[in-house]
T-cell receptor
């Protein structure tokens, strides 16, 4: 079965500091991995995704994530936090098995990022 | 290009009342999904559809029904609302199996009193 664990339901950083949001997954087959962001009272927006190829993935708003198979991790980073980054972030994993009709997304429980001025 | 549109955005129901949430997408996506979001629980899949006329149960289907009569629309029904169904509901769609991610609507905030 697939699962996603986000370590830390709340993360606080100062403006300009490094942002690190942790995500570990479990999957018996090669996964596709995603980070979504949710701003208050809005739906989820795709930040970035890893499917195949380069393990360091760059997304919107200066975020990036690195797929580390040996660590089953897909941590999200941003070198310098901005006030506008305050939001909830969700990690998700999708797997596809030959013959299946669905490559479902399984979501973590989310990490709320607070950015202090 | 509207993407995924959910109506209504807010609703308050009394226990036992019924209602239908509408999701419409204009991207010609085959797959559509209904999720509920509760604090600390992330997103949980209620029902999904892999094409017009098809529906299937997700993780938390009890108390909900769905229909996909038209490819662009996916309806979520609550026949007899309960306070436990107070939540934010999100609809999403994807082009194919969902392997490359979903497009989400902006959500419906439902309160059952």
């Amino acid at each position: 079965a697939q699962s996603v664990t986000q370590l830390g339901s709340h993360v606080s950083v100062s403006e300009g500091a490094l942002v690190l949001l942790r995500c570990n997954y479990s999957s018996s087959v090669p996964p596709y991995l995603f980070w979504y962001v949710q701003y208050p009272n809005q739906g989820l927006q795709l930040l970035l995704k890893y499917t195949t190829g380069a393990t360091l993935v760059k997304g919107i708003n200066g975020f990036e994530a690195e797929f580390k198979k040996s660590e089953t991790s897909f941590h999200l980073t941003k070198p310098s936090a901005h006030m506008s980054d305050a939001a909830e972030y969700f990690c998700a994993v999708s797997v596809y098995r030959r013959g299946s009709t669905l490559g479902r997304l399984y979501f973590g429980r989310g990490t709320q990022l607070t950015v202090w001025p | 290009n509207a993407g995924v549109t959910q109506t209504p955005k807010f609703r308050v129901l009394k226990t036992g009342q019924s209602m239908t949430l509408l999701c419409a997408q204009d991207m010609n996506h085959e797959y559509m999904y209904w999720y509920r979001q509760d604090p600390g629980m992330g997103l949980r899949l209620i029902h999904y559809s892999v094409g017009e006329g098809t529906t299937a149960k997700g993780e938390v289907p009890d108390g909900y029904n769905v229909s996909r009569l038209k490819k662009q629309n996916f309806l979520l029904g609550l026949e007899s609302a309960a306070p436990s169904q107070t939540s934010v509901y999100f609809c999403a769609s994807s082009y194919s199996t969902g392997l490359y991610g979903y497009t989400f609507g902006s959500g419906t905030r439902l309160t059952v009193v």
